[in-house]
Every structure is written in structure tokens, then in C-alpha cells.
């Protein structure tokens, strides 16, 4: 079993600045990629950000320069630094890893619980 847990969500006013956390802990043999997902009240969840053991990170249109994602592989846990935050960034953010747990086994993905980032105007 693996398990992501997130954290650092919470309150901010408009251009402040929040860092989410989440760890990957469990049968892990091998983390592919990380990222982070939001998802607004009413509307579908949507990727922000996301990265690869291999390659460049990837950012939707409406946080690049703003949100910077970061990793520990070591730790098996990725970062999420949001700047200048903005009251449309309003979300639950869930984080997703795609991983092998064993060698013989197919990567699969997995989602954290979510953590609530609340941008007061």
C-alpha cells in the first residue's frame, strides 16, 4: 500500500504566498512522477503542476510564474510554492504520484486526501 499525505493548506489573502508538502510513504520502489491537482467548487479537477524523475517540470497557463514545484527524492515527497496567490487559486489541492511499488508491478497512481487553500480578496 502507499499512502500521500499533504499538508500546508489553509487561509491566505490575495498575493500572499503558501507551500504545500506532500510525502509518499509505503511499498514504494520507485516514484515516476508527482504533481499537484485543484479542484475549484463546481468545477473539474485540473492539473497545476507536475513533474518527472526525467524531465521538466510542467505548469498549467494560469500559475506558471507564480507556483514553483520542487522535490526530495529521498524523502519521496514534492513541494508545491505558491506566489502571489490569487482568489481564483481558491481550491482543494490534492496531490497524485505515479509509482511502482514492486519491481514485478505496474506503476499506478495515487491521490492524496487534499488539502484546502482558501485566497481572500
Known amino acids: 500500500q502507499v499512502q500521500l499525505v499533504e499538508s500546508g493548506g489553509g487561509l491566505v489573502q490575495s498575493g500572499g504566498s503558501l507551500r504545500l508538502s506532500c510525502a509518499a510513504s509505503?511499498?514504494?520502489?520507485?516514484?515516476?512522477?508527482m504533481g499537484w491537482y485543484r479542484q475549484a467548487p463546481g468545477k473539474q479537477r485540473e492539473l497545476v503542476a507536475s513533474?518527472?524523475?526525467?524531465?521538466?517540470?510542467n505548469y498549467a497557463d494560469s500559475v506558471k510564474d507564480r507556483f514553483t514545484i520542487s522535490g526530495d527524492n529521498a524523502k519521496n515527497t514534492v513541494y508545491l510554492q505558491m506566489n502571489r496567490l490569487k482568489p481564483e487559486d481558491t481550491a482543494v489541492y490534492y496531490c497524485?504520484?505515479?509509482?511502482?511499488?514492486?519491481?514485478?508491478?505496474?506503476?499506478?497512481?495515487?491521490w492524496g486526501q487534499g488539502t484546502e487553500v482558501t485566497v481572500s480578496s
Open positions: 497524485n504520484a505515479d509509482i511502482r511499488s514492486r519491481p514485478v508491478d505496474a506503476s499506478r497512481a495515487y
Open positions: 509505503g511499498s514504494i520502489f520507485r516514484v515516476n512522477a
Open positions: 513533474a518527472t524523475n526525467s524531465g521538466s517540470p
